[in-house]
């Protein structure tokens, strides 16, 4: 089985998905106004030039990093598309983390929420994901060592 064709039929089917196609309709939605698509691909460009510095030096200035995210709330307020494009990229980023847990998972095996370093209201809905992830089989259960949990500062109590 050779993993190259696996990754690219996963692609393929995620790019079928709502959170992909509504991510991809409001992009378009946003192209067909000029002036959302202005303002836009001005975000667009101080976001590349972030991601740039963050790549060369490692090192974004927080300055930096508060005034895109100024300007990302200054558009959402003032442009309704490109909220609207904003709100499916969350959606879209939620489900590339559960498509990524749920590689992860496959590799490594399956924690139980009740070894994660979350807080104990959390447990359950964690637990939930971890389900849906299964499909209801039995996986091989992940071995977390104490080794795995050093440098993840936990909020007391836990």
Do not use: C, W
């Not at 139980?112 to 389900?131: C, R, T, V, Y």
Request: aromatic share 4%; proline share 6%; no cysteine.
């Amino acid at each position: 089985m050779n993993y190259i064709i696996k990754a690219r039929e996963l692609g393929e089917a995620l790019s079928q998905t709502p959170e992909v196609q509504a991510l991809k309709a409001a992009e378009a939605s946003i192209m067909a106004d000029p002036m959302s698509k202005e303002a836009f691909v001005q975000y667009q460009e101080k976001e590349r030039g972030l991601v740039t510095t963050q790549m060369l030096s490692k090192i974004v200035p927080e300055k930096d990093t508060l005034a895109l995210l100024d300007l990302k709330v200054r558009l959402m307020n003032k442009h309704p598309l490109i909220k609207a494009y904003f709100v499916q990229q969350q959606n879209y980023e939620k489900l590339m983390a559960m498509v990524n847990l749920t590689l992860t998972t496959a590799m490594h095996g399956m924690p139980s929420a009740s070894d994660l370093p979350i807080p104990e209201e959390f447990k359950g809905m964690a637990q939930q994901i971890l389900d849906k992830i299964s499909g209801g089989n039995a996986m091989e259960k992940m071995q977390i060592t104490p080794d795995m949990l050093k440098g993840i500062k936990l909020p007391p109590n836990l």
